[in-house]
């Protein structure tokens, strides 16, 4: 199967068949995207990376309130390892789950990456200033996949 560059999203899912053979990982990973397309692609390239336990929610907020479940459960480690967020959402933005998340004891060590088409030399030093592992602009998904990999290592 080929892949390109997805619609009018600009995201080049080709460049991570390109990155090789990749054992099937187990690593559960997060991720906060508002839209519905994007989410799609997200879920769908990291799941061509080889990643299975992808849990995918519309805005932080959702996001937050799953993972203080999976706090209260005692099952946080068990269900998230990487968290994946877009800036710009409704309800509860990346740059505000990233902090609460980083000012968790809870949850401060689970690594985030911010992936945003709004990610800018500003946006990448407030991004720092909140905690955040790792910040992508939306083109990079090829990236984004190197980085999460880094990150759960």
Known sequence: M???????????????AALGVRERSDVPIL???????LNKLIVE?????G???IIHTQNGQEAYNLIMDFCDKGRLAE????????IEMPEMDGHRLTYLL???????D??????????????????????ANAQLSKPEIANLVQIVDELIS
Do not use: W
């Open 2 to 16: 080929k892949y390109t560059t997805l619609g009018k999203t600009g995201l080049k899912v080709s460049e991570i």
């Open 31 to 37: 991720i906060a995207e508002d839209s519905p397309l």
């Open 45 to 49: 390239s990291l799941k061509l990376a």
């Open 51 to 53: 990643y299975e336990r």
């Open 79 to 86: 269900n998230v390892k990487c968290i994946i967020t877009d």
């Open 102 to 108: 980083k000012n968790d004891d809870r949850t401060k």
């Open 110 to 131: 689970i690594p985030i990456v911010i992936f945003s088409s709004l990610v800018n030399d500003d946006m990448k030093k407030k991004g720092e200033a909140l905690g």
